[in-house]
């Protein structure tokens, strides 16, 4: 199976902060990485596909780049909508494993 | 608008069995490989199975595989998973989810999610 490793686990940012989530793959998935965003009590949300390719109807402060087993999710100009959990998903091969999440928190 | 609803969690008692039912509206229900996952309480997520929009394929996590079974039902736009020998450790909210390219069967990525419901394996 291929394992999925978010870094960090948790993050404090203030509004208005660019922030950069990492995910590594435990082998090369080429772009195969989708990113989303969970907030508590709530389904996940769709916010890139194919490593770098903008979900419909998210806000283009989102932007997603990589390949092979190293990818990034950066957020700029962090509105206050955007705390909430943060999970990378490979995409290229069964099992779909996520990884172990990132949390924003507010500084 | 693409809606999932699922239903059928609640209380169960370990080795028990459960049926989670998902109903799909909003979009052609069987152009599309549909898909469970799971967070355990405090927990991140876990992808749990996968079915081809024909049921010609079905793919299972390790950690569920011989005890879960998941099946749809074009005719109704429903998507199941039959759970049995359940464990403490099956808690979990369990969400269905949808495939976001038409005709395939990928682990991802889900662009449409339900609510989700809570399954609670607990004597």
């Known amino acids: 199976d291929i394992q999925m490793t978010q870094s960090p686990s948790s993050v404090s940012v203030s509004v208005g902060d660019r922030v950069n989530i990492t995910c590594r793959a435990s082998q090369d998935i080429s772009n195969w990485l989708a990113w989303y965003q969970q907030k508590p009590g709530k389904a996940p949300k769709l916010l890139i596909y194919a490593a770098s390719s903008l979900q419909s109807g998210v806000p283009s402060r989102f932007s997603g780049s990589g390949s092979g087993t190293d990818f990034t999710l950066t957020i700029s100009g962090l509105q206050p909508e955007d705390f909430a959990t943060y999970y990378c998903q490979q995409a290229n091969s069964f099992p779909g494993t996520f990884g172990q999440g990132t949390r924003l928190e507010i500084k | 608008e693409v809606q999932l609803v699922e239903s059928g969690g609640g209380l169960v008692k370990p080795e028990g069995s459960l049926r989670l039912s998902c109903a799909a509206s909003g979009f052609t229900f069987n152009s599309y490989s549909m898909n469970w996952v799971r967070q355990a309480p405090g927990k991140g997520l876990e992808w749990v199975s996968s079915i081809s929009s024909s049921s010609s394929y079905m793919y299972y996590a390790e950690s569920v595989k011989g005890r879960f079974t998941v099946s749809r039902d074009n005719a109704k736009n429903s998507l199941f998973l039959h759970m049995n020998s359940l464990r403490a450790e099956d808690t979990a909210v369990y969400y269905c989810?949808?495939?976001?390219?038409?005709?395939?069967?990928?682990?991802?990525?889900?662009?449409?999610w339900g609510q989700g419901t809570l399954v609670t394996v607990s004597s």
């Open positions: 989810a949808r495939e976001m390219v038409r005709g395939v069967i990928t682990p991802g990525p889900f662009e449409y």
